[in-house]
């Protein structure tokens, strides 16, 4: 299934901060253990989206971004460049094959493209 959200990321700097943060304010399972090379940590809600914190470098951006499923991010890309949106980071390879994508819409809000590995 294409177009639709599937993942949930918040992005910080201090996982503990934020881990205690979230699991005292919404009851959330939050999982997982930092090192100082990366640092991905899900969060289990409930949902059927899936969701983590991420811990991010002094230089990349916070925020809480989605990800939105596509069948293919080159050709996601190039449509949204046609319509305003600008790539802020361009497809690069993920996990399992997989790739992402980051953009900003005509009105700066940023988001995450996935492309699912194909079988």
Known sequence: MSN???????????????????????GWEITGKENKDYAYWTISSGSKIGSGIWRMPVNEPLGVYVYIVVDDIETTLKRVEELGGKISQPKTPSVDGCFMAFLTDPEGNAFGL????RK
């Open 4 to 26: 639709i959200f599937n993942w949930i990321e918040i992005r910080t700097r201090d996982l503990e901060k934020a881990k205690k943060f979230y699991e005292s304010v919404f």
């Open 114 to 117: 996935w492309e699912e590995h």
